[in-house]
């Protein structure tokens, strides 16, 4: 699809469909008004008719439109006209999308970027356009037969947004360069999210990640099991014993920053398929457990981001990627293990196996010397619980670092909820066999997952993300999400202009 930046007056446009904006009021955004004007208050009298009420994300298509060179006119809800939220300018584009997909219009120009959002400019508001139009129109057919796989695509080639006149269009152009190098990391994470388990392995991600290397020009290095068991990773290894896909410890670098700038580590939690092992999960729904390496997909979403968008940044991403299966040779509950770091961990239940991979991944940043050290995990429900899903969980031992991320999950609108580590919840973890528990109970349950983690990040600024309830949705619109991509890329852009 192909995306472009214009300025021009609507009533002109010679495309397939144009799109402008009416607020509750029934009034006009300036677009709207000229193409009103151009056909003689054709638009009013279709709204004094009761036709549209100008909710945010309510669409109405004209067809035909005197006075216009368009064959369609898609008007699209903007709300009160007080005030429109940034979540709300997001809606009325994907609205918008979302109708335009139900014609044959393949030639778009959208006029929304010149409605007021906020204090937002129109660089924000064209990127937000370019990142929620490819969202609305991603479908995954990868699985499907060559016949539907044709039936499903999309007939949107090309959307111009237009500008008002006294926007930057340098500035805008920019952002939209970057917006596009986000949608196509959100995507590849999307993929690789829907790809069934038996497609997406551990040695699949290792793939994934070596082709990526040799597009970008980035170092890679997949890490199999013998030098895994040379490095103590014992507790990673422990997970991966009841399956017999092999582990990979994958490690990414991006390094386009200055030879001497500490990296930024990014920790992918990517378990491939999670039964729960001995403690086997209840058969209902447990197909979603494909999801549970949405925490390695966004790595590698977020490593293709950045690699587009060529950003001056060293980064790392460290990928520890295995099956969690209940076989003859699987960790028992009981079963001790001792990580990379030494430390000892008695195993009260194998379904907390996520942080069970990603503490001897978190004690090999150490070698990296890093700035900032992030993970990212679906690491439990506990978390969908407090917060659903809407909000990713954000743990840290850093505010400063923690205030960094819900920052840029402002400006991206893929937000966190910065939630408590306090050394209070630590003797949950207490165990009589060694140096700790692998669970602390069913209270505080996300809260305690992030203290275990903090034992192996003493080290160095870390946050951990719990993504459960933000990486897939479940029912009808069921998929992955792409998330905290957004997030994790707006972050990095971040410390790169500080840089």
């Known amino acids: 699809m192909e995306f472009s930046i214009k300025s021009g007056k609507a009533e002109k446009q010679r495309s397939d469909c144009v799109v402008v904006g009416v607020y509750e009021s029934a009034k006009l955004s300036a677009s709207a008004a000229g193409i009103d004007q151009a056909s003689q208050g054709f638009i009013s009298s279709v709204l004094k008719r009761g036709d549209m009420d100008g909710k945010v994300g309510a669409t109405l298509l004209l067809q035909s439109v005197p006075g216009t060179e368009s064959d369609r006119v898609l008007l699209v809800g903007l709300g009160k006209e007080s005030g429109l939220a940034e979540k709300d300018y997001r809606k009325a584009v994907v609205a918008s999308a979302k109708a335009l997909l139900k014609t044959g219009a393949r030639d778009v120009a959208n006029f929304l970027a010149e409605v007021k959002v906020g204090k937002q400019d129109a660089a924000w508001k064209a990127s937000q356009m370019a990142e929620a139009v490819r969202d609305s129109v991603y479908r995954f057919d990868a699985m499907k037969g060559k016949k539907e796989q044709k039936e499903d695509k999309s007939g949107l080639m090309k959307l111009e947004i237009h500008l008002a006149e006294q926007d930057d269009n340098q500035a805008t152009q920019q952002a939209l360069k970057e917006a596009l190098a986000l949608a196509v990391g959100v995507s590849f994470t999307k ?97 979603e457990m494909k999801y549970d390496m949405c925490g390695a997909a966004s790595v590698l979403g977020t490593f293709k981001a950045i690699a587009e968008m060529g950003l001056p940044l060293n980064v790392v991403g460290i990928i520890p990627a295995c099956e969690n299966m209940p076989d003859g040779n699987a960790i028992r509950p009981g079963d001790v293990l001792t990580s990379m770091s030494g430390q000892t961990i008695e195993v009260l239940n194998t379904d907390a196996e996520g942080r069970l991979i990603l503490c001897d991944a978190l004690t090999y940043a150490e070698r990296f010397e890093p700035s900032a050290v992030v993970d990212i995990a679906t690491l439990t429900g506990a978390c969908v619980i407090a917060l659903g899903h809407h909000a990713s969980g954000l743990f840290s031992n850093q505010d400063h670092l923690a205030k960094e991320l819900l920052s840029a999950g402002e400006q991206c609108l893929d937000r966190a909820w910065h939630m408590p580590l306090w050394d209070d919840y630590q003797p949950q973890l207490d165990s009589n066999f060694a140096d700790m528990a692998n669970i602390g109970g069913r209270a505080a349950g996300s809260i305690t997952a992030a203290c275990f983690l903090s034992r192996f990040t003493k080290k160095y600024d870390w946050a951990h993300l719990d993504i459960a309830g933000t990486a897939w949705k479940s029912g009808k619109e069921k998929g992955a999400t792409g998330r905290p991509v957004p997030l994790l890329t707006q972050f990095l852009k971040n410390r790169a202009a500080k840089a």
């Open 191 to 287: 993929d690789l999210g829907n790809l069934p388990p038996n497609v997406c392995t551990p040695t699949y991600l290792a793939e994934q990640a070596q082709d990526m290397a040799k597009t970008y020009g980035l170092t890679v290095q997949v890490l199999e099991r013998e030098e895994m068991q040379k490095l103590g990773m014992g507790s990673f290894l422990g997970v991966a014993q009841g399956s017999v896909q092999p582990p990979k410890l994958i490690v990414l670098q991006h390094n386009k920053g200055k030879k001497d700038q500490k990296p930024v580590v990014l920790v992918g939690k990517g378990i491939t398929f999670d039964t729960g092992g001995i403690s086997l999960k209840p058969g209902a729904e447990m197909d």
